[in-house]
């Protein structure tokens, strides 16, 4: 018998990030904080090693916006809500 996956629906938008500057900062993240080299950050996020290099120099620079899933759901252009589904704000979702 295989074990169950434990995340929940809608864990996707986290371990698979397909926004660009979701995607970078998920980059840098996996670079500083599980010690990760650039070429291997650069591989699980679809970067070159060359990229990674450029992505940390300009992060270190402060010359990166970075983005916040709170400050997205605080602005209230989408929201996940519990049951994995995405609903507007207002709808009956998240803060709705």
Not at 1 to 23: H, K, L
Not at 59 to 66: H, S
């Amino acid at each position: 018998m295989a074990a169950e996956s434990p995340q929940r629906p809608g864990a996707e938008a986290f371990t698979a990030p397909d926004q660009i500057n979701q995607r970078r900062d998920e980059a840098i993240r996996a670079y500083y904080v599980e010690g990760l080299t650039y070429q291997q950050a650069g591989d699980r996020y679809g970067y070159t090693r060359w990229a990674m290099i450029d992505l940390v120099r300009q992060y270190k620079a402060g010359k990166l916006t970075r983005i916040s899933m709170q400050g997205v759901r605080r602005k209230g252009l989408v929201e996940l809500v519990a049951d994995g589904s995405v609903a507007e704000p207002g709808d009956g979702g998240v803060g709705g």
